[in-house]
């Protein structure tokens, strides 16, 4: 697995520029709507002209202020959802609590690892394939044309053809075929699993295996010697434009090898994987610290005899998460 990497402070340059770039704009519409309201007064009379541009005036003044501030306050937000003292955070891990027992509830009653990423996935696919092909047929009569439903109208249907022919299926049994289970073993290994179903693909942890359909990968757990949650930070952008960022967390499970598998999922799923991978009853240490960090970069083989203790790990996500070329996933200062 492969990732390119990115310079943080570019982003944020680019972030800083786009969102002034904004502001600008949201003034001059409403210098703009400014002027129009005047001239409906003066030249037409007309005082409702006036107030209508008065208000989307206001309306764009608003936007200004905001756009001019947004990464102040996007800031200030994200130190509050990190802060076990604000209400921010308080709430914010009431709702992961809640989420997390429902994703335990259903980790062990799940169906075969066939029916999940054949006959469900197939499903799901087949349901939003119908609702695309409708809506886009509904917004054709209109007399209205959108690209993006013309590429859902394409991908959808295939990844429903992928998921009914068993494609994902194939791909995480090849990958017991390389630790020599064949099908039978490994439905028998995921039967015993907890697994934790996340749209059409699904995290899994057995006594033996950290089976991961997305990647596709299937990962020896005793072979896994260091685990910790992260998350990365994701600038979005509509039509060139910064809108906002979101959190992407994961788990990155690093082996004996050197290898390290980042591994997408909710927030409140890291720490129910986490916990399974230390149920599993292999030595795996749990949490980042920069000392964890060192030590794994040295030997990776060493590393389990190497640790004596947590080292001060950190066990609450860290990031944002910034690919080293390097060979590692290490926080950004």
Known sequence: MAYKYIDPAMLEKRKRRSTKASGIVSVMIAAL?????????AALKSVGG???????????????????NQIRIEENRTRALDD?????????????????AEYLRKAEHHGSLKSILCRRAALIWGGATVLVWLLSAVFLLAGLFFI?????DIAFPLAFAASLFGKHYRSVLSEYAEYGLDKREAEADF??????????????????????????VVLPVDEIVWAYSAYDSIHKYSSGMYSHTERSYCVIAALSDGRQFKIQCPEAL????????ADAGTMVTLGYSDELNALYDASPDA?????????HAVHDPVGPEVFNRGGGWNPEP
């Open 303 to 311: 590393f389990r005899a190497a640790v004596k203790d947590q080292l």
């Open 50 to 68: 006036l107030i209508a541009m008065l208000f989307f005036t206001l309306l764009f003044t608003g936007a200004a202020v905001y756009f001019f």
């Open 270 to 277: 890291c720490e129910a994987i986490l916990a399974d991978l």
């Open 191 to 216: 039967a015993e699993s907890r697994a934790y179903l996340i749209s059409t693909d699904l995290i899994a942890v057995s006594r033996r295996f950290l089976t991961v359909s997305a990647i596709p």
């Open 148 to 152: 993006i439903f013309l590429a859902f």
């Open 33 to 41: 709507c400014l002027a129009v309201g005047i001239f409906f007064l």
């Open 84 to 100: 076990p003292g604000s209400k921010a955070y308080r709430k914010r891990q009431q709702i992961n609590a809640k989420k997390r």
